[in-house]
């Protein structure tokens, strides 16, 4: 298109479009807020396997777990990239997940271990 024909706005003036974006910005947090809901949901059922999974570990270096962890993190890491999303953003985030997780775990075998035993009752 030549420049005789380009359309200017004026200065000061909003772009094209402009006048949707307040609109736009609530269509998309609300589209945010479903994903966290679902996100969540999410969340919550890894917490509740977690916890399942805790019954069946006898020790701390069982839920530390270094390899298994490093496992996750390299498998997020890919994921992420396969999405779109940037990996650092994924890593970070399920390491704190998994910072906070086995600070509940370790958590619930200290609960176990004060519980008296089905004999001594």
Known sequence: MSDQHRVVAPAGSMPAGAADGPTRIAALRARIDGLDQRIVELLAERTRVVRELTVHKADEAAVRSPDR???VLDRVHDLAERHGMPPAVAVATY??????LTRMQLDMMDTRRAEPAAGER
Not at 95 to 100: D, K, P
């Open 69 to 71: 962890v490093r496992q």
């Open 95 to 100: 390491r704190a997940l998994i910072e906070e």
